[in-house]
C-alpha cells in the first residue's frame, strides 16, 4: 500500500491533505506537535504522532516507516512572529525540515518529499505580478526568507543525492478549519467578527491584493506533486510550482464577499497601514496547470461561502455545547 507521512497533519491544510490520501486508500502516518493543530481534526484512520520535527524522534519515525510521500507541511507560520523571534522561526522551518530531510537521505531515499512553500511573500514587491516561479525572490520577512533556504536545500538535496521532491508556493489559503495566524487568516478572522456582529478592520485603503485559493483545490494540487512525473530536478525553481487563482482579491472586496455570505451589509472601519506590508500580489499558475494537470476549480465566491457556513456552524455548536451552557 501507498505511504505518507504528513507534517502538521492536525493544522488546517494538513488535515484536509490527510482526509483526502486515507480517502485514495494510502496508509497515513500525521505527525504534529499541536502547538497549534488540534487532534481532533485527524482522520480516526490516520496513525498520530505528537512530535515535533526538530526532534530525533521525529527523524526516527521518517526512517521507521519509509514513506512513499513526506508532505512536509510542519511550519512556524506567523509571519509577524518571525520577523519578533527570526531565531525560533529558523529552527523550526530550516533546522526542522534539515532534520526531516537528513532521516529521509539516510534512510528513506525512495521517498518523495512535498514541501509547502509561500508564494505570495517568497517574490516580495520587487516583482510586478502576476508572479511566475522564475521571477526574482525578495522575502519580506524571515519566515519567507526561511520558505526560500529550505528551496534552496531541496534543489541541493536533488542535485547531489536525488531526491525526489516538489515545492508548492501556495497562495493564501482559506476555507474551513483555518487558523487565524496564518497568511490568509484575514478570513477566519472577518468570519469571526460578522459572526459577533462586529466592524471589519481593514489596513490602510485596503486595496492591497492577494491570491486567495480555497483549502481544496490546494489538497488537490498537493495530492497531484505527490503522484505525478515530475520536471527534472536541479536548478532551483525546476520543481516549484504556484498554487493560486492567478486573481488579484483586495481585502475590500474580501470584505464585500463574506458579508455578503453572512447576508448582511459590510461594516468597514479602516486602522493605519502596517509598515512593511506587501501591496500587490497574485501568481502566475499556468506551470502547475501544464505539468500537473492542476486548476483551481472553487470561486472565490463558492469558497468564503462554505468557509463562512464553516465557521458559523462552529459558532454554533460551542453555543450548544454542554460546558458553555453550565
Known sequence: MTTALITGGAGFIGSHVADRLVAEGWVVHVVDNLATGKAAQVPERARFHQLDIRDGDAARLVADVKPDALVHLAAQMDVRKSVAEPVFDAETNIVGTLNLLEAVRRH???T?????STGGAIYGDATTPPNRETFEKNPESPYAAAKLAVETYLAYYARIHGLEYAALRYGNVYGPRQDPHGEAGVVAIF????????PLTVFGDGRQTRDYVYVGDVVDATFRAAVQRLPAAGLLDARAFNVGTGVATDVLQLAEELARAAGVEPHVVHAPERPGEQRTSYLDVRKAREQLGWQPHTSLRDGLAASYEWFAQQADAALRSPARSA
Open 112 to 116: 518523495r518529499v512535498v514541501f509547502s
Open 191 to 198: 468570519c469571526g467578527r460578522l459572526l459577533n456582529g462586529q
Open 108 to 110: 528513506s531515499p525512495r
